[in-house]
């Protein structure tokens, strides 16, 4: 399993291949709470990095999950329907929200470390 | 990762008597109303929500506004302001009520209680200081208001409820719903009503600030109490069919809009003597513009506050309070409709996010109310 690259706006991207596999971080779902609903994208939508393509709601509100790199949707998670909790429970594992096709798989390198994330995670709190 | 609405903060926070208890259980303090407040502990608002409706939950409610009606005349007083029949509320009674505008809008709501030589109210945090002044401006000589800031109240909530207070307090077992007694809790002189608002049986208690947090310890260490913040307090009120003030209902609703015509006092309703009763009156006899109604979205996409409610492509309302209802296992909402969408069972769509989502109006509350009567 390859390393996890992080966003800011709390995405964990995983790059196998040529797909990059998406979810939200442990501390976005913790900060978030009981996830009830997920809305996905629609397969083959293009998408640009930073785009909002995809809704957390959790008991109490929404929240916008956004594209870490720009791609084509090429699978989404169809066992969040039936149990969004996975993404509570597994948030890095089962509980991941789409794959993407990026246009340039090395932007994913770009993104943030697990130990850049912990740090900039901290410098929020 | 971006929370879709993000709630302004520019002011410095007040703080309740309970900060730092919230804090030491680890709650997420929130901005709310202008006081830093539990939203949530470590167990999360569905756990939180689900506790209180199956065993107990302590909520502090100390940011509402308290205040004390004093003087002969203080129930007549009151009237000036609010269709509710305070006059005729018995000694050791509490009621439910709206303040009404002149022009027939809510101005806030409130809970009145007779304490025979007074009334205590207790307002919404984010209404205290325009209620207060409304009200002062119309006390006539010989009535005065007290405001109680050095007060602060909690409210225990469910079916173990009663159960839990009842070492600290024996008498209170005899409180029927809306009941008011003026006891002590394990020592503590307390304010205690039999009222809520989450549905379920409980107490509302006012204490002396001082003395806050030794009572909520107390309640605390009792079986099968645990802590709740506001979300789980939002999700149980949302259930139970309770109005929100400042989302369900504000200035622009009238009380039969709100589907509340039930607080207009009988007598109230023969003398059309409160503000608004103009508005009221007319909408009695020919039926109001747009009622408050359930809403059931199919499936399980939340539909939240501002979300338009359409029948095909006409928007005839819009959702006032949504959510995911944990007890209820699935979402709800509560809204404005145009009367002739307002029948139970009325197939309606809901646009969320530009996506039609299929939804029907249903009997409130959902979730059926438990009160002790």
Redo the contacts between chains.
Sequence with gaps: MTELRFTKDHEWVRLEGEVATVGITDHAQNALGDVVFVDLPELGREVAAGEACAVVESVKAASDVYAPVAGRVVETNARLAEDPGLVNREPTGEGWFFRIAPKDPAEVAGLMDAAAYAAFVESQS | ?????QPPQDQPLQETPLAALHRALGARMVPFAGYAMP??YPD????E?LHCRAAAALFDVSHMGQAELVGDGAAAALERLTPADVQGLKPGRQRYGLLTTMAGGIFDDVMVANLGDRLHLVVNASRKEEDFALIEAALPAGVRLRRLPDRALVALQGPKAAEAVAPLAPDLGALSFLGVAETALGGIPALVSRSGYTGEDGFEISIPAERAEELARALLARPGVRPAGL?AR??LRLEAGLCLYGSDIDETTSPVEAALTWTIGKRRRMAWDFPGAERVREELANGARRLRVGLRPEG???A?AGTPIQDGDTVVGEVTSG??G?SLGG?MAMGYVARPHAADGTALTLLV?GRPLPARTVPLPFVPHRYAR
């Design positions: 990762m971006a929370a879709q609405d939203v949530q999360g608002i569905m756990a929500h979300g939002d999700s399980r996409q939340p939240r959510g995911f944990p979402p996010r």
